[in-house]
């Protein structure tokens, strides 16, 4: 059974920084495209970063030069570095994880809250 599972979210200032894990069971983690997305309330699901089996990055736009994403492969570990929060960085954080060459399912995290308040 597959299973992500998210931690690190919580209530920051602007201008702050968290750092959110995840991590797999049930997969070769190796072999997987991980990926962190976020929601909004009203707002659709959207891309923030992803980090291939080689270890290519890209990020979306918003979040480029303040967010990094890491692997640690020997930890089954995804990681997010979210430094200078914003206000709209607020949403729901999800993990994701894909093997592309065997077309694996889409798995899921169950997300973590990542508020960013005065």
């Known amino acids: 059974q597959v299973q992500l599972v998210e931690s690190g979210g919580g209530l920051v200032q602007p201008g702050g920084s968290l750092r959110l894990s995840c991590t797999a069971s049930?997969?070769?983690?190796?072999?997987?495209?991980m990926a962190w997305y976020r929601q909004a309330p009203g707002k659709q699901r959207e891309l923030v970063a992803q980090?291939?089996?080689?270890?290519?990055?890209n990020y979306a736009d918003s979040v480029k030069g303040r967010f990094t994403i890491s692997r640690d492969n020997a930890k089954n570990t995804v990681y997010l570095q979210m430094n200078s929060l914003k206000q709209e960085d607020t949403a729901v954080y999800y993990c994701?994880?894909?093997?592309?060459?065997?077309?694996?399912?889409?798995?899921w995290g169950q997300g973590t809250q990542v508020t960013v308040s005065s």
């Open positions: 980090i291939t089996t080689g270890r290519r990055t």
């Open positions: 049930g997969v070769i983690f190796g072999f997987y495209t």
């Open positions: 994701y994880g894909k093997n592309e060459p065997i077309r694996s399912p889409d798995y």
